[in-house]
């Protein structure tokens, strides 16, 4: 037969007994239970529950009812609210204001009696509510606002926004067409060039406008491109020149292999 | 009624007596028949353009002939206006057929919490809770849903919000207004029976 929680033999540091005992002192006030370690407790009866080896699920919902009991009468008696300010008092001034409270609330007990007969007599009279009854509003001062404010506000709504700044981005590309000068004002003074050659030193974006440049020449059949294999230099040529480049690259190639 | 103007008949004085009253309650009745909550005398007057002297007489005109003896719709000053109900004689069909859903099943707590934020709100949370001496929060809440309470303003010091009955409380309770709640001296005992039961509770205490 499973052991009776009330039977569970407990060795603490306060009390050495059975809970029962330790239970009916604590409510007869003889123990105070701040002293006792209600973990301790816990831990005894898990030790019993181990040596037994069994789950006695009825033992254990008596145990958790009781040990929250008394886990929230520690609570109430560590964190004293209500009964901290009565215990401030003189004993007289305690039961006056004991008194006076007990009078506050008999009233409300009385005019809600009062308040359910009220009912009673009003419980055969029917009549029309509305949807949603008018509830006193509370008060709610705004600053005085003149009209003006909210012609102000519709202006500044009726501006154009300001362009938003792209400074940040740092990307700024020279115009093409400053290319197609340079490209155009070198070939009249050499035959050909070597693009890596002339534009070394630019950054990226440079690079690539001055390409761009080239394929527009090239488009307008101003040029010829020539590179001999995949990263080679890429050589540009005047359109008239092409003809003797490719006649020379056609009659010379073991030149230009080597 | 203007054929009558220049005669001299009898029946003329008769009409013209009571003509402007009667035609008022026409108007008030209307007033009233439209409303979903009770009208104050200067609501009336105001929608009827007229003054509250002659307000007046026109409710004296409905309230005699909308009587219990009378009539199956009864004119009551409720809530701090004029409002229709239903007769008590039609009671019974009318809780065939209707719901009353606000007062319907009030606790004890409810009650008790009704009570105080009455007399003494607008009042707080905690003000409630520490007259009772329990949590009302959820109590509080339920009489908000039920639009008998509502947040009137918060306190000054905390700014924790304050709660008032409204109008409705007073119409579901029959009252004209908040004071005619019974005093609150006339409600139970007074402070000093209190203590003095409390005193002999202790002497009876064994030492």
């Known amino acids: 037969m499973p052991v009776a929680v009330r039977e569970l033999e407990l060795d603490l540091d306060a009390f050495e007994g059975p809970f029962d005992l330790l239970l009916s002192l604590v409510l007869r006030e003889e123990l105070p239970l701040r002293e006792v370690d209600l973990a301790q407790i816990v831990i005894c009866f898990v030790d019993h529950l181990a040596d037994k080896g069994e789950l006695d699920l009825d033992a254990c919902g008596e145990f958790l009812i009781l040990i929250s009991a008394l886990l929230e009468l520690k609570a109430r008696a560590m964190f004293p609210e209500e009964?901290?300010?009565?215990?401030?008092?003189?004993?007289?001034?305690?039961?006056?204001?004991?008194?006076?409270?007990?009078?506050?609330?008999?009233?409300?007990?009385?005019?809600?009696?009062w308040l359910r007969e009220r009912l009673d007599q009003r419980r055969d009279l029917f009549f029309r509510i509305g949807?949603?009854?008018?509830?006193?509003?509370?008060?709610?001062?705004?600053?005085?606002?003149?009209?003006?404010?909210?012609?102000?506000?519709?202006?500044?709504?009726?501006?154009?926004?300001?362009?938003?700044?792209?400074?940040?981005?740092?990307?700024?590309?020279?115009?093409?067409?400053?290319?197609?000068?340079?490209w155009r004002s070198l070939l009249r003074r050499r035959s050909r060039f070597d693009f890596d050659q002339e534009v070394e030193g630019l950054s990226r974006v440079e690079v690539a406008v001055a390409f761009l440049a080239l394929l527009e020449l090239r488009k307008q059949n101003e040029i010829a491109i020539a590179q001999s294999a995949p990263f080679a230099p890429i050589r540009i040529s005047r359109a008239d020149a092409e003809r003797s480049l490719s006649w020379s690259s056609t009659t010379t190639p073991p030149a230009r292999s080597a | 009624m203007e054929?009558?103007?220049?005669?001299?008949?009898?029946?003329?004085?008769?009409?013209?007596?009571?003509?402007?009253?009667?035609?008022?309650?026409?108007?008030?009745?209307?007033?009233?028949?439209?409303?979903t909550q009770p009208l104050p005398p200067a609501e009336l007057a105001a929608a009827a353009q007229t003054d509250a002297t002659q307000i007046g007489e026109?409710?004296?005109?409905?309230?005699?002939?909308?009587?219990?003896e009378k009539s199956g719709i009864v004119l009551e000053l409720v809530a701090g206006g004029w409002a229709f109900r239903a007769s008590e004689a039609a009671a019974e069909a009318c809780a065939r057929l209707f719901e009353k859903p606000v007062e319907k099943g009030l606790s004890q707590a409810a009650l008790e919490t009704l009570a105080i934020v009455a007399y003494l709100g607008p009042i707080t949370r905690p003000e409630v809770a520490r007259i009772r001496g329990v949590n009302v929060d959820?109590?509080?809440?339920?009489l908000v849903e039920r639009w008998l309470i509502a947040e009137g303003g918060r306190d000054n010091?905390?700014?924790?919000?304050?709660?008032?009955?409204?109008?409705?409380?007073?119409?579901?309770?029959?009252?004209?207004?908040?004071?005619?709640?019974?005093?609150?001296?006339?409600?139970?005992?007074?402070?000093?029976?209190?203590?003095?039961?409390?005193?002999?509770?202790?002497?009876?205490?064994?030492?």
């Open chain 2, 58 to 68: 026109a409710l004296e005109l409905l309230t005699d002939r909308y009587s219990e």
């Open chain 1, 83 to 113: 009964d901290a300010e009565l215990a401030e008092l003189e004993p007289e001034e305690a039961a006056e204001e004991l008194a006076r409270r007990l009078a506050e609330y008999r009233r409300a007990k009385e005019a809600a009696h």
């Open chain 1, 131 to 182: 949807p949603a009854p008018f509830a006193p509003k509370a008060e709610r001062k705004l600053a005085p606002q003149s009209p003006l404010k909210l012609v102000e506000a519709l202006r500044s709504l009726a501006v154009e926004p300001p362009t938003p700044s792209t400074a940040h981005m740092g990307l700024r590309f020279p115009p093409t067409s400053q290319f197609l000068d340079r």
């Open chain 2, 157 to 207: 010091e905390f700014g924790a919000i304050r709660y008032r009955t409204t109008p409705l409380f007073e119409r579901i309770f029959g009252l004209e207004s908040l004071g005619s709640l019974p005093r609150v001296d006339d409600l139970g005992s007074d402070v000093s029976e209190i203590r003095e039961r409390l005193e002999a509770l202790a002497e009876k205490r064994p030492a």
């Open chain 2, 3 to 35: 054929q009558y103007n220049d005669s001299p008949s009898p029946l003329r004085l008769i009409t013209t007596a009571d003509a402007p009253a009667a035609e008022l309650a026409k108007i008030v009745e209307a007033l009233l028949v439209v409303a």
């Open chain 2, 138 to 142: 959820g109590v509080i809440a339920g």
